[in-house]
């Protein structure tokens, strides 16, 4: 029992670290394109994604994860590869 809650600890805790540090690369690569969260939200928008700044800005900080459709934008309107917005480090 203690084993499993562990594991299941340790998951949820990678899943959190990862989740914040593909939002940091959101950010960066926003920032990098000279988007506002407004912008890339409505350029995300406009592609047929149901997304708000707010969306965005907890996407960046790691409060919220990405749907499949969004990640495929993403790298289309961030014009980046998939290993720019995977990239987690060791």
């Given at each position: 029992?203690?084993?499993?809650v562990l594991?299941l600890?340790?998951?949820?805790f990678?899943?959190a ?24 939200s ?31 934008l ?8 998939y290993?720019e917005?995977f990239d987690?480090?060791?």
């Amino acid at each position: 029992m203690v084993s499993s809650v562990l594991r299941l600890f340790r998951c949820n805790f990678m899943n959190a670290v990862v989740e914040k540090k593909i939002g940091a690369n959101v950010r960066r690569l926003r920032e990098r394109a000279n988007m506002t969260q407004e912008e890339l939200s409505v350029k995300l928008q406009l592609a047929g994604c149901d997304i708000t700044r707010s969306a965005v800005a907890k996407i960046e900080v790691g409060q919220r994860h990405l749907y499949p459709d969004e990640i495929v934008l993403l790298k289309r309107i961030l014009k980046v590869d998939y290993e720019e917005l995977f990239d987690v480090g060791p």
